[in-house]
């Protein structure tokens, strides 16, 4: 059974930064694509960046393009995910996922227990 434990999240004001982090208990870690979802009271799941096995190849919402940044560090076997110009509205919780295969076009199949992200006006 794979653990995902993230951290990081926390109460920021608007325009600052936050940056998670997402431990992963398993060994192969670097043969699994990554990624970072959020939900939103009230609202769907909803993909926020992911990252392909070896970091290659990223993705973005286009929500937080040019804001947030993921990156890996396979000898750590952590994930993180770096937010600044943080807005109200990316307060969400804020979940790590491992996908099934070497890209994120494979589906996620361990997920993280989330951490509270609260952007403040």
């Known amino acids: 059974q794979v653990q995902l434990v993230e951290s990081g999240g926390g109460l920021v004001q608007a325009g600052g930064s936050l940056r998670l982090s997402c431990a992963a208990s398993?060994?192969?870690?670097?043969?699994?694509?990554m990624g970072w979802f959020r939900q939103a009271p009230g609202k769907e799941r909803e993909s926020v960046a992911e990252?392909?096995?070896?970091?290659?190849?990223?993705y973005y919402a286009d929500s937080v393009q040019g804001r947030f940044t993921i990156s890996r560090d396979n000898a750590k076997n952590t994930v993180y995910l770096q937010m600044n110009s943080l807005k109200p509205e990316d307060t969400a919780i804020y979940y790590c996922a491992r996908h099934s295969g070497l890209y994120y076009n494979t589906d996620p199949s361990y997920w993280g227990q989330g951490t509270q992200v609260t952007v403040s006006s």
């Open positions: 398993e060994r192969t870690f670097s043969g699994y694509a």
């Open positions: 990252i392909d096995w070896n970091g290659g190849h990223t």
